[in-house]
């Protein structure tokens, strides 16, 4: 609840530095994963302007209509603070 910041971090031009303000229009950075996998699965990652590393998510597929679905996710995890909370800045 206290770290509204985190979703907005994956969007791009979303740093620390400015709050954690997204460029307009919204766009995330997808890396995709080359690995081989289960059928009917795909594993993406998302760069966070306040993370490290990139952050994984796994798809599913529903074959009858062809629809993808955000099966797992590790996103919430831990960022960088904005500026506007250091309080050493």
């Known amino acids: 609840m206290d770290k509204d910041y985190v979703p907005r971090s994956y969007f791009k031009g979303a740093t620390p530095d400015n709050d ?14 080359e690995l081989p996998e289960e059928d009917g699965y795909e594993t993406r ?3 966070s302007g306040g993370a ?30 904005p500026a506007s909370k250091d309080p050493w800045r």
Request: avoid cysteine; aromatic fraction near 12%.
């Open 20 to 33: 954690y303000t997204p460029d307009l229009p919204y766009e995330l950075d997808v890396i995709d994963q």
């Open 52 to 81: 490290d590393s990139p952050r994984p998510i796994k798809l599913r597929n529903k074959p009858s209509t062809g629809e993808w679905f955000l099966w797992e996710q590790l996103l919430l995890a831990g960022i960088r603070e």
């Open 45 to 47: 990652y998302l760069r």
